[in-house]
């Protein structure tokens, strides 16, 4: 009965550390975001560039950011990058048709850095 008691009492204050960690985590977390701060009109040869930060404009530095550029028909071209020592990354465009497409960025988060998910517009125009 009595070991029956302590596995009871076990099972109780393991599922209250779990719920509080939970909490502890879910308070202590970040927004992010994804912004592509280069122009929305580039060229082949460009480089679309963005920048991971949190909710209070700290960089993260290191971190994988996924980005898929889509065309008007669906096609898409998919890059890995890992964010430098501001935060920041590229992809450089190359033998894109002249047209409109949408730029997927996709960063998964971490234990303390909410995932986040942004669709934003670009333009490329070789001039021709």
Avoid at 13 to 34: D, E, M, P, R
Avoid at 35 to 55: F, H, P, R
Avoid at 61 to 82: Q, R
Wanted: no cysteine.
């Amino acid at each position: 009965m009595k070991a029956k008691n302590l596995v009871i009492l076990l099972i109780i204050l393991i599922l209250i550390i779990a719920i509080g960690a939970f909490f502890f985590i879910q308070s202590n977390s970040h927004n992010t975001k994804v912004e592509v701060i280069s122009d929305s009109t580039l060229q082949n040869g460009d480089a679309v560039q963005i920048v991971l930060k949190d909710e209070y404009r700290n960089v993260y530095p290191g971190e994988k950011v996924h980005i898929k550029i889509l065309d008007d028909s669906g096609w898409a071209d998919n890059y890995d990058v890992v964010t430098d020592d501001e935060g920041e990354a590229s992809v450089v465009l190359s033998t894109f048709e002249n047209g409109n497409y949408t730029i997927h960025t996709n960063y998964n988060g971490t234990l303390f850095n909410k995932p986040y998910h942004g669709v934003d517009s670009l333009v490329i125009d070789d001039g021709y």
